[in-house]
């Protein structure tokens, strides 16, 4: 089973290895999904939705969130901040019955990366 929760936040960046308009300083609201692999455990749950919430808050969103993202990924394209934020997650979602499977990051409404581990 994949079970997913979806979080937002804001934040600035500028692709300073890249050229053209996305290299000046602009904002994003970003749509995180954090898909967790699991089987149900005697709860009936592979993981509960508040404890996923509250480490990618911890680990994620309270970092990201009206940030300039430079500062914490210096080349802070969609692929790289997505595979920094696996690695913060990778961990502490990994269970006896479940682990980190899949995020997906929307820099917009219609532009998203995927990544699926290392």
């Excluded at 929760?5 to 500028?14: E, G, I, L, Q, R």
């Excluded at 006896?96 to 990544?115: A, C, I, P, R």
Aim: contains cysteine; proline residues 3%.
């Amino acid at each position: 089973m994949f079970l997913t929760k979806v979080f937002k936040f804001d934040s600035a960046h500028n692709l300073v290895e890249y050229h053209g308009k996305c290299e000046a300083l602009h904002g994003h609201t970003y749509r995180l999904e954090v898909t967790i692999q699991g089987t149900p455990g005697k709860e009936g749950m592979i993981l509960d939705y508040g404890i996923i919430k509250a480490i990618v808050k911890e680990k994620v969103i309270d970092i990201f969130d009206h940030k300039y993202l430079n500062d914490i990924v210096p080349q802070s394209s969609s692929e790289n901040l997505v595979q920094w934020i696996w690695n913060e997650l990778k961990s502490p979602l990994r269970g006896d019955n479940y682990e980190l499977y899949q995020l997906k990051l929307n820099e917009t409404e219609t532009n998203f990366v995927v990544f699926r581990g290392d």
